[in-house]
């Protein structure tokens, strides 16, 4: 890990436990598959609904979401999406934290999930009441929190950001003079501070998805594909990062393959952001960043186990019942609803969708 650049105050709290559950796929048959499409479809009709799926999700759900006038893009511009969008109802393909935003953002509007449990190890790594705590320690710090948080942790919060908007918000809080208490991904955090030179103390989670990427692999893949680019998402560690050519959010990632004029490249991010990069760019040769080798444990093997939970039948089903209703207390919800907007104002000032770092 490269050394922490001067201002950097690192915070030593005690690891959190959570269960990660195993990453499973629905399968389908051809039948069922055809059978559940038109449902949903007829469904979404019947509800006023509209579909907004994340990257990462099963390229059905995606699929499903472009065929019928929803969206699929970044956790921002989900968010975005769903609060311009005038459906009644909004079908969140993603994880927990996604719908509470989605919530937050719309009281007025029903949020549907295809599985509550779809949760994040950021969210889980970060429970509200150790971090009010946290917070309380060190009231002279600006709170910034990333988006992968409870609606809790968020209600305590001066901002939110993305991966796809967090080095502006911080260089903009840097401008200011601010010192900043940033929750909960630390490779994220770290990496915002080495670019920004930010005085920023860092909470200790990290995706279980991205930190399985390993640096050392990575290095020999790159040897066997010296032209290849290597694009990672930031929640991915300092020794993979380092390695980049970009560092950016999921849709910085998609059009980057598609802008740059390489013609390989070496992706380290969520594998369910394959589809729509095909999509993009079919032209272009993709290649896995390593999970394996040494010392690997594959907990994920690139593929987010909670955004796997989504699938068709059970986005059918929360349709069908009005079941998986995402539900945020409202003094929370009101509290909460604080950074996400201000995030969202911050980035229409800047006329611009900021997706990430490009060295290319
Ligand atoms: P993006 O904001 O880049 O879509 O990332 C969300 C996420 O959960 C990445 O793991
Ligand atoms: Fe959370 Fe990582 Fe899954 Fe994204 S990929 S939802 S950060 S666990």
Same mark, same amino acid.
Request: one cysteine or more; hydrophobic letters at 40%; a negative charge.
């Given at each position: ?77 989900? #968010?975005? $999406?769903?609060?311009? =969008? %005038?459906? +009644? @109802?909004? *079908? !969140? ?8 935003? /989605? ?28 971090? #009010?705590? $946290?917070?309380?320690? =060190? %009231?002279? +710090? @600006?709170? *910034? !929190? ?8 968020? /209600? ?205």
């Amino acid at each position: 890990m490269p050394a922490e650049p001067h201002g950097t105050v690192t915070a030593v709290l005690p690891p959190q436990t959570f269960h990660v559950p195993p990453t499973v796929v629905e399968v389908l048959g051809e039948e069922e598959r055809h059978a559940l499409r038109e449902e949903i479809k007829a469904l979404l009709v019947r509800e006023n609904a509209v579909l907004v799926a994340h990257y990462y999700t099963d390229p059905e759900l995606q699929a499903l979401a472009d065929e019928t006038g929803g969206h699929v893009s970044d956790s921002l511009d989900m #968010a975005r $999406f769903g609060h311009e =969008h %005038p459906a +009644r @109802t909004l *079908v !969140v393909a993603g994880v927990r934290f996604m719908g509470e935003t /989605a919530k937050i953002l719309n009281p007025e509007k029903r949020v549907l999930m295809p599985d509550l449990k779809a949760e994040c190890s950021l969210d889980l790594g970060c429970p509200a009441d150790a971090f #009010a705590a $946290f917070c309380d320690q =060190h %009231p002279d +710090r @600006t709170v *910034v !929190v990333y988006a992968n948080t409870s609606a809790a942790v968020k /209600a305590r919060a001066d901002w939110m950001v993305t991966s796809g908007s967090a080095l502006e918000v911080v260089r903009h809080l840097k401008a200011e003079g601010r010192k900043i208490l940033w929750a909960p991904d630390k490779y994220l955090g770290h990496y915002i501070q080495e670019q920004t030179g930010a005085d920023m103390l860092l909470w200790n989670a990290a995706c279980i998805v991205h930190e399985e990427f390993k640096g050392q692999e990575l290095a020999e893949l790159r040897a066997q594909h010296p032209d290849a680019k290597v694009l990672v998402h930031p929640e991915s560690p300092p020794s993979v990062i380092s390695q980049a050519d970009f560092v950016g959010s999921t849709s910085g990632i998609i059009k980057a393959v598609e802008t740059l004029p390489a013609r390989q490249f070496i992706i380290a991010t969520d594998k369910g952001i394959f589809y729509k990069i095909r999509q993009a760019a079919p032209d272009k040769v993709l290649i896995e960043a390593p999970t394996a080798g040494h010392s690997a444990t594959c907990r994920s093997c690139a593929h987010c186990p909670w955004m796997a939970m989504n699938g068709l039948r059970k986005l059918a089903a929360a349709l069908r019942d009005g079941s998986n209703e995402i539900l945020v207390d409202a003094k929370i919800a009101q509290r909460a609803a604080v950074p996400i907007k201000r995030l969202l104002d911050f980035s229409a000032d800047q006329h611009t969708v900021i997706y990430g770092n490009n060295d290319a």
